[in-house]
């Protein structure tokens, strides 16, 4: 079964710092592209990052851009995201998504079930 | 950056009715627009991509239709599973979405 597992989410002081991880099985992350997307509370979705699947090329929205890490391990299937400097407004749910192709501009049609990251003093 | 606008925000309809979610976008996107449809608590799963183009699994009842600036989602006889919010998603210029409608009854 095709199937992404997300971690490493919790609550960490503004400016502080999380490593995300996105565990994938029933398929090879390195032949699609893959992406992060955050939900705020009550919130729509927000694209955050991407890595395409045949280059690592990587990608960032304005918001994160500079702060965030995008990366993946192919020995261990996982894909990661290292945020440094957080901010309030970076408090969401952080889904991991595959690309329906290798290329980072892709509609997503696997979802992880997304860890929550608060940041807060 | 692309802005894409979603509407209805919120829409009111019973079992049995035919649905239509409209998203615009501020400029043309071709056909890369995709839709999904996610419930409280789960992530959004995917329904439509390429505008028009049906994933595997998604019951026939949704359909998505446009192109350019101006894309459609509907749905055909609305089930008691469909009550839900839905995102459109561009994906021409890396990825933004709508900001949702939400179909209660």
């Known amino acids: 079964e095709v199937q992404l597992l997300e971690s490493g989410g919790g609550l960490v002081q503004p400016g502080g710092s999380l490593r995300l991880s996105c565990a994938a099985s029933?398929?090879?992350?390195?032949?699609?592209?893959m992406s992060w997307v955050r939900q705020a509370p009550g919130k729509g979705q927000e694209w955050v990052s991407a890595?395409?699947?045949?280059?690592?090329?990587?990608y960032y929205a304005d918001s994160v851009k500079g702060r965030f890490t995008i990366s993946r391990d192919s020995s261990k299937n996982t894909l990661y995201l290292q945020m440094n400097s957080l901010r309030a407004e970076d408090t969401a749910v952080y889904y991991c998504?595959?690309?329906?192709?290798?290329?980072?501009?892709?509609?997503?049609?696997?979802w992880g079930q997304g860890t929550m990251v608060t940041v807060s003093s | 950056d692309i802005r894409m606008t979603q509407s209805p925000s919120t829409l009111s309809a019973s079992v049995g009715d035919r649905v239509t979610i409209t998203c615009r976008a501020s400029q043309s996107l071709y056909n890369w627009l995709a839709w999904y449809q996610q419930k409280p608590g789960k992530a959004p799963k995917l329904l439509i991509y390429?505008?028009?183009t049906l994933e595997s699994g998604v019951p026939s009842r949704f359909s998505g239709s446009g192109s350019g600036t101006e894309f459609t989602l509907t749905i055909n006889s609305l089930q008691p599973d469909d009550f839900a919010t839905y995102y459109c998603q561009q994906y021409h210029s890396y990825s933004t979405f709508g900001q949702g409608t939400k179909v209660e009854i």
């Open positions: 390429k505008a028009s």
């Open positions: 890595i395409s699947g045949s280059d690592d090329s990587t």
């Open positions: 998504a595959k690309g329906l192709s290798v290329y980072y501009r892709d509609a997503f049609d696997i």
């Open positions: 029933g398929f090879t992350l390195r032949s699609y592209a």
